[in-house]
């Protein structure tokens, strides 16, 4: 072998090493590895029978304030990730909320499927303000419209003092499809196991079969001993802060 294949072969091999290692470093930044920064949570292992239930797209004048009063009448908490523009129109509801004891978490403003990195920071800091003006409370919590996010995104969330919430990826109950409530109670029954986090809607449609399904969820999962924590209080639960 001549030193010019020699050469030529040590380019190859470096260039494909320099390839996988990108590759490598790129495919680690996802679930694994921002669980291993504590700057995103879709769920956590616990054997602790705990569940968190969360909300998107709120408030909505007709929905919330129905789904509010199941969570009542059941003494179960829930994650509230508010629509911006939405609370600046029903403040009554965002308020309902946090004085009844659920938590309160940003969904952007607008809920845009796609932004700069200049209008992603304004819309967290628009819903922000708009929340802390009606509660006089910050949220610490964001989740990305449709679940979709890259590194830039949760760089500018953590820069902006956000944890990044998820869900469960079997905990999709898939209610904006207006899918019937049955067909909802199964999945969430079914897949149910401790540390979960549901994801159900209570703005953005009609959330008629929602509130179906939570009827009947809410009770059966108490029933197996579970109880309904917020998002903070299932990530506290890992140092035993979770009251009683």
Known sequence: MT??????????????SVFYAGF????????????????????INTKEKI????????PHPRYTGQILDLLAKYK???????????????PDLVLREYNEGHELANHTFTHPY??????????????NEIIYGITGFSPVLFRPVGGQYDEKMIDIATKNGYKVVIWSWHQD????????????????LKGSKPGDVILFHDGGGNRTQTLKALEKIIPEL???????????????????????
């Not at 569940?51 to 709120?58: H, P």
């Not at 796609?114 to 819903?127: M, R």
């Open 3 to 16: 030193r010019k294949h020699i050469l030529i072969l040590t380019v190859c091999a470096l260039i494909i």
């Open 24 to 43: 490598s470093i790129a495919a680690d930044k996802g679930r694994r590895y921002y669980e291993g920064t504590g700057q995103m949570l879709w769920d």
């Open 51 to 58: 569940i968190a239930i969360t909300f998107d797209d709120g």
């Open 76 to 90: 179960a908490k829930a994650t509230f990730f508010v629509i911006g523009e939405n609370a600046e129109k029903h």
């Open 114 to 127: 796609k932004t700069t990195p200049k209008q992603f920071e304004k819309e967290l800091k628009e819903t």
């Open 173 to 188: 109950t898939e209610d904006w499809k207006g899918i019937w409530s049955q067909k909802i109670i199964n999945k969430v």
């Open 222 to 244: 108490q029933k197996q001993g579970y109880k309904f924590v917020t998002i903070s209080e299932l990530i506290d639960s890992v140092n035993g802060k979770v009251s009683n």
